[in-house]
């Protein structure tokens, strides 16, 4: 009876490395991509709005008689510190690190309550950041890294 050397050539391989090679689903990865960049973008975007409201703040409408009414410099830092969180962790996210996609959950969550308490001072601007996170969020929660490898 032959057998078959695994190491000869034109052998065929083992079962288990079969069973193991990885099988890539471009909208998987696709989808972390797309989280990392949005997260890149919202964070210098609420980076600038930050330090815009530190710089003037008479950009930003004075709201009275709000509850959650905060000096607009504290809401410029709030924005800042944020805006370099948010894109610390897309940084993170496209470079595949799994950390950051927990971290990017956060700081879009946060990011995502600062702009709804900040929407009378800014509605419109608020109201397309609040939608950013939304997206940011679903993408980094479908993404499944193991599927993405098979």
Do not use: K
């Amino acid at each position: 009876m032959s057998t078959i050397d695994p190491a000869a050539p034109g052998a065929p391989p083992p079962r288990e490395r079969l069973t193991t090679t990885p099988v890539h689903r471009p909208w998987a990865t696709g989808l972390a991509m797309f989280a990392g960049t949005v997260m890149v973008v919202l964070g210098v975007l609420s980076a600038l709005a930050g330090i815009s409201a530190l710089l003037d703040d008479g950009l930003y409408v004075a709201v009275q008689g709000y509850l959650y009414s905060l000096d607009l410099t504290t809401w410029g830092w709030i924005h800042l510190i944020l805006g370099v969180v948010v894109a610390a962790a897309g940084f993170g996210v496209i470079a595949g690190q799994l950390w950051a996609r927990a971290i990017g959950i956060l700081a879009a969550s946060v990011n995502l309550i600062a702009n709804f308490l900040f929407l009378p001072y800014s509605p419109w601007w608020s109201i397309l950041l609040i939608a950013l996170d939304i997206a940011v969020i679903w993408a980094l929660s479908v993404y499944r890294p193991q599927e993405a490898r098979g």
